[in-house]
């Protein structure tokens, strides 16, 4: 494909769907907001944005300079317009399975923030729907493309660690929601998924990323919201076994926290990494390698890439989107986190076995899948 893939952001007044569509519109450097300054991208252009909100749709189009973008306030009709080759979704959780099959019905190339789904009959129903598909899809597990997961998947691989045994990753932030109407949504569990689909999905999305394996049974306990008024439990407790013997150990709350953490631990027989995203920069990574002859000390240059913050705009969302418009445009499959690709679909049966287990008072749940 010569010409530049031609995008719409659906959801174009949420913070989420700006930073995409930076990523979208502009190259790696990104956007300067106060500025309102940035180069280009040359592989893709914003040429649609797309929602209810007339008047933030077009402050949004000027504010991120957009000026060539048409605005539909019906999705309908701009799947229906032919000015856009793929979409962006990021629109309130309980609407993006009906959204994404819609997309893909219509032929267009689809990048999904997540979560896959907020029930686990929709997940069924995305899932079906992309049977057979050729078109490139991604769901935006953004953690996956920061340079810290990148260099530790690496050394797992080489065995750095030995024969891995446990990987303990948790997630706790406390998302923004009630302080605006726009956000209310995020409270009720029909419209969000609950704490798991929402947020917690990132910490069993690196833990499957890291160990690479199919997972085999869960374990899930969980404790009602301490703060806010969530209709649905915000603590989880995730206990998954996998196939090669691995245990992940996956905790989250999306109520509360000191602030954004996203810390990991990964325990082999030959060494051992801890990241703890409160430290300073220089001692954020700890680790220790027998096969490497290292021992246990900071590693102060590992990764430029740190888990370490709530803000969108200091994501990895160019990379992400970027990575979603070279694949459209080759028209490849994403193999890493392609709507059906295995680790999208491992994590999508951990989400909806880990509400099984807390409806069953933590039981147990087998999982079969590949």
Not at 117 to 136: D, F, N, P, V
Not at 266 to 277: E, S
């Amino acid at each position: 494909m010569s010409e530049k893939l031609r995008v719409g952001i659906v959801g174009a007044s949420g913070w989420m769907a700006g930073a995409l569509a930076v990523g979208v519109e502009y190259d790696a450097a990104g956007y300067d907001t106060e500025k309102r300054s940035g180069n280009k991208n040359g592989q893709s252009v914003v040429t649609a944005l797309c929602d209810l909100n007339a008047p933030v749709m077009d402050k949004v189009r000027d504010e991120l300079g957009l000026g060539q973008a048409k605005c539909f306030t019906s999705y309908t009709e701009m799947l229906a317009s032919d000015v856009v080759d793929a979409v962006v979704i990021a629109v309130p959780n309980h609407l993006h399975v009906p959204l994404s099959i819609q997309a893909l019905e219509s032929g267009k190339h689809l990048f999904l923030e997540k979560p896959y789904a907020t029930t686990r009959e929709g997940s069924h129903k995305l899932t079906a729907a992309l049977e057979g598909c050729s078109l490139t899809t991604k769901l935006d597990y953004i953690m996956v493309h920061y340079d810290e997961q990148e260099k530790l998947r690496q050394l797992i691989e080489q065995r750095a660690f030995g024969e891995l045994a446990s990987i303990h990753f948790t997630y706790r932030h406390p998302i923004q929601a009630g302080q605006s109407e726009g956000q209310k949504w995020k409270l009720s569990r029909e419209k969000s998924g609950g704490a798991v689909p929402m947020g917690i999905c990132h910490a069993i999305a690196q833990t499957v990323f890291l160990i690479g394996e199919s997972p085999e049974s869960v374990i899930c306990q969980t404790r009602a919201p301490k703060i806010r008024e969530f209709d649905y439990h915000t603590q989880i407790d995730l206990m998954i076994t996998f196939a090669n013997g691995v245990v992940g150990l996956v905790q989250g709350n999306i109520d509360f926290a000191e602030k954004y953490d996203a810390r990991h631990t990964v325990i082999g027989t030959g060494g051992q990494f801890d990241y703890t995203p409160h430290n300073p920069l220089e001692s954020r990574v700890s680790w220790s390698s027998k096969a490497l002859g290292r021992k246990y000390s900071t590693d102060p240059t590992f990764a430029k890439h740190h888990l370490d913050s709530g803000d969108v705009w200091k994501h990895q969302c160019s990379r992400t989107i970027q990575d979603f418009v070279a694949l459209a445009r080759e028209g490849k499959k994403d193999s890493l986190l392609g709507l059906d690709s295995p680790l999208v679909q491992r994590v999508e049966a951990i989400i909806w076995a880990a509400e099984e287990s807390a409806a069953k008072g933590s039981q147990p749940v087998a999982l079969t899948v590949g």
